[in-house]
């Protein structure tokens, strides 16, 4: 099994989680021709997806969906809010195959599939746990904070997708944002920063986890070195060595380079 982040920015983001021959998409938020062009890159295609999981409603998580459900039946799975979203925005087709959170049993996949709540200013946001019976991973964006239940769903994972949306500094200097959106993105239901996903890798590596991926990055307010340095950093106080106690990667805007973590 391998994690492959196709794109990951605050303007798109995709991930596909398995093989090339059978997988699973975490959101759709790039193009349908930059998500087929990427899963090429690994050997996969189009009928290699056996079902697409929504995180929420937002655009940069969702603008590829209405091609797709055009071309394919492919199964989209959302809670019933975000469903109802797409369908009254027309970001899906009328003849869509959706289905809803209770359902993700029925996806022909390896793994037992669930899907936990996070805090952010959506119709309903989730982060999904893969279990493969002897590993699970973590997929987590677009949280404002870490909430108990966050942690809880997480805890365990031996490989974890993670936010590291932007750096205090730059978001609060950056002189293209009006105020109520810094606050926005700060908040409790916005955007998880730098230093919180540092501090919340830092409490999963004690719990098990060995593989991070630094995902969702602001292309206005953070960099990726940025990001891996603070993690890296706190994660070496805590007394973890890179590349020996743990693995950390930062998920590229556009991956085009067929670049993946096997798990």
């Given at each position: 099994?391998?994690?492959?982040?196709?794109?990951?920015?605050?303007?798109?983001?995709?991930?596909y989680i398995g093989t090339?021959?059978?997988?699973?998409?975490?959101?759709?938020?790039?193009?349908?021709?930059?998500?087929?062009?990427?899963?090429?890159?690994?050997?996969?295609?189009?009928?290699?997806?056996?079902?697409?999981?929504?995180?929420?409603?937002?655009?940069?998580?969702?603008?590829?969906?209405?091609?797709?459900?055009?071309?394919?039946?492919?199964?989209?799975?959302?809670?019933?809010?975000?469903?109802?979203?797409?369908?009254?925005?027309?970001l899906v087709t009328s003849?869509?195959?959706?289905?809803?959170?209770?359902?993700?049993?029925?996806?022909?996949?390896?793994?037992?599939?669930?899907?936990?709540?996070?805090?952010?200013?959506?119709?309903?946001?989730?982060?999904?746990?893969?279990?493969?019976?002897?590993?699970?991973?973590?997929?987590?964006?677009?949280?404002?904070?870490?909430?108990?239940?966050?942690?809880?769903?997480?805890?365990?994972?031996?490989?974890?997708?993670?936010?590291?949306?932007?750096?205090?500094?730059?978001?609060?200097?950056?002189?293209?944002?009006?105020?109520?959106?810094?606050?926005?993105?700060?908040?409790?239901?916005?955007?998880?920063?730098?230093?919180?996903?540092?501090?919340?890798?830092?409490?999963?590596?004690?719990?098990?986890?060995?593989?991070?991926?630094?995902?969702?990055?602001?292309?206005?307010?953070?960099?990726?070195?940025?990001?891996?340095?603070?993690?890296?950093?706190?994660?070496?106080?805590?007394?973890?060595?890179?590349?020996?106690?743990?693995?950390?990667?930062?998920?590229?805007?556009?991956?085009?380079?067929?670049?993946?973590?096997?798990?």
């Open positions: 099994m391998k994690l492959y982040p196709i794109c990951s920015s605050s303007k798109g983001n995709s991930t090339k021959e059978k997988g699973i998409a975490i959101d759709m938020g790039c193009s349908y021709k930059a998500f087929r062009d990427g899963l090429s890159l690994i050997g996969a295609e189009i009928a290699s997806v056996k079902a697409v999981l929504i995180t929420h409603e937002h655009i940069d998580h969702v603008k590829g969906l209405l091609t797709l459900t055009k071309k394919t039946q492919t199964p989209i799975y959302a809670a019933e809010p975000v469903l109802s979203f797409l369908l009254k925005e027309e003849t869509a195959n959706l289905h809803t959170l209770d359902e993700l049993e029925k996806i022909a996949f390896d793994a037992e599939i669930k899907s936990f709540p996070t805090p952010h200013d959506a119709a309903s946001s989730v982060g999904y746990v893969l279990d493969f019976g002897k590993t699970k991973l973590g997929f987590c964006t677009d949280l404002g904070h870490v909430t108990e239940e966050v942690e809880k769903s997480l805890t365990g994972c031996r490989t974890v997708f993670v936010e590291a949306n932007y750096r205090p500094e730059m978001l609060q200097s950056n002189p293209h944002y009006p105020p109520v959106l810094k606050r926005r993105i700060a908040g409790p239901n916005g955007h998880l920063s730098n230093n919180d996903s540092a501090e919340f890798c830092g409490r999963l590596i004690k719990k098990g986890t060995i593989n991070f991926t630094l995902g969702h990055l602001s292309q206005e307010n953070n960099t990726p070195e940025t990001a891996f340095n603070a993690v890296r950093e706190h994660l070496a106080n805590l007394g973890a060595e890179y590349e020996k106690d743990y693995l950390l990667k930062v998920a590229p805007v556009m991956n085009m380079d067929g670049d993946y973590i096997s798990f």
